[in-house]
């Protein structure tokens, strides 16, 4: 018998009201997809200009004296737009009603209160699981993601009657760390500041009270699970993400399959499927006019998307094309980020006209159109938890090149002589971060490319038609609910025995 669960999702972004990467789109449609397997899912967020402003019909239900704000903190609610799920929105002004990018300034570097802004986001998330805010509505497992909500499961292991914690990790690199004098001025118990709790070599890691503290712990990808247990990818966190070990799982991110469709993408110039994959060629045509690139069809066409960090490599990108260009290749880059990078990247444009078309900013509209009017997508990533470029770019007929590691290694599957003979075969896989290698990829891929078209064609085929979409891992984050829930009611019955023979 499905059982359905009350589960409060946390997070800092969630598409289309607010989104800087893929957490944006992971909260933006696997709360719906959990929904979807009949649950009761409430998805919480700071009430950010962008969110005030699309989501409609919000009410207060709450108006809160919390630490940290000498404002009353209101809660609103409202729907996530085209969802069942609902949405509560956090609306301090002082703290969030500011324009822009909801973690840093316009230069770039962080909000100078960011400890501040996101304390009081907690503190408001554990008023909500505590059952404070909506007629008493109490969640039985609270979803936190990414440092942006690491203290509520340090919060709530203070409290003698909680919630289950789930807490997943998108990215280990972004720690939110703080100078440990923050702990006091915000006014956190000093119970937290252990070794073991949120203290780090001195400072303050939001994210490692959601490590430390939280009942179960999950990354976006089983192997970027086992990669952050070793020092090449745990940040200095491997040790206690050993500790845990026992409590730490990989879940897919799975993907918007309603928003990411070639077959009903509006920002396409044509509508394609696996049976008219001519119009494939149309969107590529479509492209190049946009870009600047000569609409040749014999030309492969890499695309690239992505924040401009070292993350990414696209440092190893720019220093391969000296070696790349003089085949029949064209690239569309699109990215922002990094200044040094962006520089670089205009001036390699200028060096390479009509091969190398790089556009600076963001573009939800024009990622679509990369990603249909692509041969090829390039992720050089040197880690990566999950990405989900790869899985755009497998269902929209864009044969992937991307580094074995994380998220990429779980979802592309290389082409050799056995995978091409049991078309097994999606993309390109090459083993170390390398420019060196990113190269050969390429020239493997064009090489493939120029061969046989029915080849190149099976290659594409086969990656559209592999399922990417949410309901498998919607179902292992179920399974996970569940398990927390279980065990839950068996640790607190006895407390509660305990507190009705007290009391
Ligand atoms: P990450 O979360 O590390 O940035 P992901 O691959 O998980 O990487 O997700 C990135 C998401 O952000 C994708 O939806 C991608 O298309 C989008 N994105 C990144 N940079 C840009 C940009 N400059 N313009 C439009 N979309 C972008
Ligand atoms: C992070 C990771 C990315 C992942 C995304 C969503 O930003 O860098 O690999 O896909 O979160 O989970």
Redesign the pocket.
Known sequence: MMIRMEILFCTSEAYPLVKT???G??SGSLPQAISALGNDVRLVLPAYPAALEQAGGLETVASLTLEGSAEAVNILKGQFPGSDVVLYLVDAPVMFRRAGNPYVQDDGSDWPDNAARFALFNRAIVALATGQVDAGWRPQVVHCNDWQTGLVPALLSQLPARPATLFTV??LSYQGLFPGSTLSTLGLPSALWTMDGVEFHGQLSFLKGGIAFADRITT?SPTYAREICTPAFGCGLEGLLQYRADRLSGIL?GMDCNVWDPQNDPHIEKHYTVHTLQYKAVNKAALQREMGLPQDAQAMLIGHIGRLVE?KGVDLILEMLGDLFPHPVQMAVLGSGDEKLERRLVSAAGRYPGQLAVQIGYDEALAHRIEAGSDCFLMPSRY?????NQLYSLRYGTVPIVHRT??LADTVTDLNDKSARDYTATGFVFETDTPEAILNACLRALAYFQSARVNWWKLVITGMKRDFCWTASAAQYVDVYRALCQHQSQAQAPQALRASQAG
């Open positions: 990467g893929g957490l789109d992971v998108h990215n976006v991110n993350q990566e938890p999950c990405g989900l994380g998220g």
